[in-house]
């Protein structure tokens, strides 16, 4: 198989995978070790991500704009702004102190990716049948105290296999949050949160950018971008509909077959 074709199939995988509770960094570091991709220093990782950042922001431009300029007005967008901020500020702080123990160490074990996907699924169907009633029906609407919360519980998505957008959308219904508010609201924290890990991590590995790879990070690119705005419309109108059990059951099953596959030595 080419590299062109390795590297669009790991962009649809990664635009379809980010936004989900299923962790898109598990779903690329499986399907580059299945398909034989080499990632030295995980570069086309961290440049395709930014593809589903823009497609996440370009869906959501004229809401952005309102929050810029309603920030500035005083009005309910203000709010809005600092809530993002308070769900945004618990996710720098482990990020400095633990990203390099993360990526470092966590995220060369496939078993750590496996339990945290079965973990997680369970967890999400607990809070699917027995968490809190819903309060809050608007992302616009997230009180500060909630939004930290959430932002809280976004900064377990470090360990792989745990799911930013599990996270916080887990997180948001403990916190009262309705399905779809958790998930949009998911959305809008994915923003600067993305952008902020995308900027560091660029730094890190912008000396690795090399020539002779701009196409198939081109591919991916693309590939992330596109994939990521069919999905996420789509995903807030099934949750509305069918909640978060469709994902918890697959991340179960997932990471059921992962630990065999690893008991038996093929992974």
Not at 62 to 72: E, S, V
Request: net charge positive.
């Amino acid at each position: 198989m080419s590299t062109l074709l390795q590297a669009a199939l790991l962009g649809i995988l990664q635009g379809l995978t980010e936004f989900l509770p299923v962790s898109s960094t598990a779903h690329l570091l499986i399907g580059a070790h299945v398909l034989g991709f080499a990632d030295p220093g995980g570069v086309f990782t961290i440049m395709i991500q930014f593809g589903s950042i823009l497609a996440v922001m370009y869906l959501y431009r004229t809401r952005i704009a309102a929050l810029i300029a309603g920030f500035f007005r005083g009005d309910r967008y203000r709010r809005f702004a600092w809530a993002i901020l308070a769900a945004f500020l618990p996710a720098v702080v482990a990020g400095l102190f633990l990203a390099g123990f993360v990526k470092g160490v966590l995220y060369e074990s496939f078993a750590t990716i496996a339990v945290a996907f079965v973990i997680g699924g369970i967890v999400m169907l607990i809070v699917e049948q027995m968490g809190p009633a819903a309060m809050v029906h608007d992302a616009e609407n997230v009180p500060v105290g909630r939004a930290f919360a959430v932002g809280v519980c976004q900064t377990l998505a470090l360990i792989p296999g745990v799911s930013r957008s599990g996270g916080t959308i887990v997180g948001g219904m403990l916190a009262g949050l309705d399905r779809r508010t958790a998930a949009e609201f998911s959305f809008f924290l994915a923003m600067p949160t993305m952008a902020a890990a995308f900027v560091k991590e660029f730094w890190d590995v912008r000396h690795q950018l090399a020539p002779d790879r701009l196409l198939e990070i081109s591919v991916g690119f693309v590939m992330a971008f596109v994939s990521a705005l069919i999905v996420v419309k789509a995903f807030l109108n099934f949750v509305g509909r069918s909640g978060f059990a469709p994902f918890a059951w697959y991340r179960i099953v997932l990471g059921a077959v992962m630990l065999a596959a690893i008991g038996a030595g093929w992974l």
